[in-house]
């Protein structure tokens, strides 16, 4: 269930120094990202209502929601391989640059070649997915047998459509983005969602799982086609001349291409690392899937929250700089700096939210009807292995989007295919292997999948940061800043923990909205007075819209 689905500042005359400005409207930092983030954030909230409508008629441990969640996955594999995150660094890297230099003409150009080859690799995958389904659910769930297996293909089937719709969704993303307009492309997943809502209570009630399954899988097609809808007007009227055209001879569009392999593997790999994790659970016991997709759909908001928000907006900016090779890298340390302390403020409360108040937020977004307790338990364990490597996991996007505007992408792929050997082998002890050591019960080596990729997501930030460094220097994130989050954060969620041993857990939603906002306010206040600077331009940002003056 992962629409993918994931800041950008125009530095001032005081960051850019010496390097020329791209031709582009300017904009704060905080103001992009923050643009991204509130889109993504509104679309995430709307995507957790449809989580829990979702879990609470089909429920976490049964076939049928085995089959539901992988089958929604197998096609996203496809329009997040093809999609946003390789546009982003192939496509957006180029057609930015070219409005930077002014070739307004050959930008437009280019967004017609690509979503022209776009649409005929689209229609091709759609129709060798659908013909190849079986082959597809034997690859990605092979422990699947019997009746999840046949219903996993034919949910698999119906939702093919989809990953083309997804995939000339993100063209429109990529062109949206790379002319600064954030907000709609980061709201369109909204569509998705609240189709997906509406078929499922419609038909929810006397319906079979099985039936209820396939309902949503077409809610999910129809809601894919409104995502792409709503932002091809507002793409359009950036592309005045646009006709979409087969075209390979330009030299743009040949870079786009170039680009296209290595980052197309680079972030394949990686998709591969989650689908590695899906492969592994679904020889575990029924409900594993289930509950490894609702675990890692939680784990994935400050990926995309924070990390995504400024890796969107910021690869853009970092793509315009142009000047000597001194000046570039300057201007690249400071943009990436800035960035790498924006995300740790946010994900580290995440990461310390998930590993001691998992269950709080598990619970308010998922329990009720069909999926009980003992199911909100198993989705914490998942969370708390995510927290090992959500850090390194959110600060890695954005070290890679700095090595696309520097027009590299072998080096994040070197280092994503040794992330995704380290899971594949680490997951498979932690899961299969582990439980079994340990004398518990198979169902817990769920945890294990994704505190074992946390460590792989680890190795291949430390290798990124390293490489990176030695091409534009050190861009470190300072330790003190860091103890001072951790600290705060590890505090507020005690705070918060306490809450949650006096009021019980017999209502969740309740719970929830006394513990979170909490530990939220204690952790703001806490590293505010601590003088960490985002804590208090967050809070400033956020009393200005509100029209509050303190």
Known sequence: MFSLADN???????????????????????????????????????????????A?????????????????????????????????????????????????KEAEHLAAAVFGILGLVCAVLVLVGITATPLFIDLIVPGFHGERRLLAIHLVRILFPATGLLVMS?????????????????????????????????TGQGATDARLAADIAWGWVLGSLLQFLVQLPNTLNFLPGFRP???????????????????????????????????????????STSILACGQFISILPVSLFSMSVSAAELPAFSSATGTEEEIA????????????????????????????GDIVTGAIYQGGKFHRSDVILVWAVLAGSAVGLLATSLGRLYSSAFYALLDTKTPLRFATIRVTLTAVLGAVCALLLPHWLGIDQKWGVAGLTASAGVAGWV?????????????????????????????????????????LGVGTAHPKLLACLALPVYGVLYFTGTALLGVTESRTTIESVTRRLGLNF
């Not at 980052?263 to 591969?272: A, E, I, K, P």
């Not at 951790?486 to 809450?499: E, T």
Request: with cysteine.
């Open 8 to 54: 950008q500042r125009e530095t001032d005359s005081s960051t850019r120094t010496s390097t020329r400005a791209p031709a582009a409207p300017k904009r704060s930092a905080l103001g992009a990202s923050s643009t991204v983030a509130l889109g993504i954030l509104i679309s995430r909230i709307v995507g957790f209502l449809r989580e829990s409508v979702i």
């Open 56 to 104: 609470h008629y089909i429920g976490g441990v049964s076939i049928y929601a085995d089959a539901l969640r992988s089958a929604i996955r197998i096609p996203n594999l496809l329009s997040n391989l093809f999609g946003e995150g390789v546009l982003s660094a192939s496509f957006v890297t180029v057609y930015a640059k070219l409005r930077a230099q002014g070739e307004d």
């Open 170 to 202: 993100s063209w429109c993303l990529g062109v949206l983005n790379s002319h600064r307009q954030f907000l709609l492309s980061y709201l369109a997943p909204v569509a998705l969602s609240v189709a997906v809502i509406l078929v499922t209570i419609t």
């Open 245 to 287: 055209v087969l075209e390979f001879k330009s030299p743009h569009v040949r870079t786009v291409l170039r680009n296209f392999g290595p980052v197309f593997l680079s972030r394949g790999v990686v998709q591969v690392s989650a689908y590695i994790d899906q492969w592994i659970a679904s020889f575990l016991p029924i409900g």
């Open 330 to 357: 300057e201007f690249l340390r400071k943009r990436l700096s800035a960035g790498l302390h924006r995300i740790a403020f946010f994900v580290i409360p995440s990461a310390v939210a998930f590993l001691l108040l």
């Open 460 to 500: 291949e930030f430390i290798l990124l940061r390293g490489a990176l460094a030695e091409r534009i220097g050190k861009t470190p994130l300072a330790v003190s800043f860091t103890i001072r989050l951790w600290s705060v954060a590890i505090s507020s969620a005690a705070v918060a923990y306490f809450i949650k």
